[in-house]
């Protein structure tokens, strides 16, 4: 079955600098890739995805790239702000599981730092 | 967007008794609904997928008379846990997708979770 790792485990970083985060995947025939935000006790909010037929996506300081051929997809956030202050989990599935199942990766709790 | 629900937000029982967890879908009908667990300082795991009318999906691993999942309407999903022992203390969150055309990827709607304690 499918295995997502997830890279670093926490993240420290400045006020207004960026953060990145790195996920791996295993199963070549995963195409959709989404990145969850979650909050201290609350459920995880989607805040991009990607598809395999695309490299790179992007909303605000939120960006997502995807490469297929070496199997990763990375997170990067700029201009971080104290309310990025998050764990983040990258997940992967794909389209012939017909129930869209998610292996989500470990998780990087992300802590910024004014 | 979509919003989905859960209910109780927390709950504390003795160990022995019978906890319902209802998950539900406000403004879309949920073809698929998951149920996850997460323990302190850990990722989702996956304890079962459920579609409407039929029977439940458990992953390898979770008792099914142990975690019992209805599903009986587009918009609410019900995960009880028999027999609670302390163990089971955990955050439970429901997911729900809408199944809109073949090869769609339709994102998972989470709902806010339970913090379920057993004493």
């Known amino acids: 079955g499918e295995n997502v790792e997830q890279h670093p485990s926490t993240l420290s970083v400045q006020e207004g600098d960026s953060a990145v985060i790195k996920c791996t995947y295993s199963?070549?025939?995963?195409?959709?890739f989404p990145w969850y935000k979650q909050e201290l006790g609350k459920g995880p909010q989607l805040i991009i995805d990607?598809?395999?037929?695309?490299g790179e996506k992007k909303d605000q300081r939120i960006a997502v790239t995807l490469n297929k051929t070496a199997k990763h997809f990375s997170l990067h956030i700029t201009e971080t702000q104290p309310e990025d202050s998050a764990v983040y989990f990258c997940?992967?599935?794909?389209?012939?599981?017909?129930?869209?199942?998610?292996?989500f990766g470990a998780g990087t709790q992300v802590v910024v730092t004014p | 967007g979509a919003v989905v629900s859960q209910h109780p937000s927390w709950v504390i029982c003795k160990s022995g008794t019978s906890v319902k967890i209802e998950c539900r879908s406000l403004?879309?009908?949920?073809?698929?609904m998951f149920w996850y667990r997460q323990f302190p300082k850990q990722s989702l795991m996956l304890m079962a997928t459920?579609?409407?009318?039929?029977?439940?999906?458990?992953e390898q691993g979770v008792e099914k008379d142990k975690f019992l999942i209805n599903h009986a309407s587009l918009t609410l999903s019900t995960l009880t846990v028999t027999s609670a022992h302390p163990e089971d203390s955990s955050f439970y969150i429901c997911?729900?997708?809408?199944?809109?055309?073949?090869?769609?990827?339709?994102?998972?709607?989470f709902g806010p979770g339970t913090r379920l304690t057993v004493l």
């Open positions: 997940a992967a599935s794909r389209a012939t599981d017909s129930w869209g199942k998610l292996q």
């Open positions: 199963d070549s025939a995963s195409n959709y």
């Open positions: 403004d879309f009908q949920a073809t698929t």
């Open positions: 997911s729900a997708r809408e199944w809109v055309r073949e090869g769609d990827y339709n994102e998972q709607f």
């Open positions: 990607i598809r395999s037929n695309v």
């Open positions: 459920s579609n409407e009318g039929s029977k439940a999906t458990y």
